[in-house]
Nanobody, 116 residues
């Protein structure tokens, strides 16, 4: 069974923090570079961060230094700690394999809204 379940979104004031969590099915997670993406209305989904199985990470320039991606290979989970959130971070956040396309399975995502 293919599964991606994102959680942890919400409404936060600028400068605040949120921690997103994603639970993936084994057939997606094992051996994969996992990633977090985000999408705003009318725009393409953009890559926010990725993490290899050993834990090497890479971030989009807009979130570098504010967001931290991590994974638990035993639990098939990948988290995104987001600090110093700004209004431009408002989006629906999704997790998936790195380089996942529209043809791949996607979960429902979790809404993050940054507003005063």
């Amino acid at each position: 069974q293919v599964q991606l379940v994102e959680s942890g979104g919400g409404l936060v004031q600028p400068g605040g923090s949120l921690r997103l969590s994603c639970t993936a099915s084994r057939n997606i997670f094992v051996g994969a570079i996992m990633a977090w993406y985000r999408q705003t209305p009318g725009n393409r989904r953009e890559l926010v961060a990725r993490i290899t199985r050993p834990g090497y990470t890479s971030y989009a320039g807009s979130v570098e230094g504010r967001f931290t991606i991590s994974r638990d290979n035993a639990k098939y989970t990948v988290d995104l700690q987001m600090n110093n959130l700004q209004p431009e971070d408002t989006a629906i956040y999704y997790c998936n394999k790195y380089l996942a396309t529209v043809r791949d399975y996607w979960g429902q995502g979790t809404q993050v809204t940054v507003s005063s």
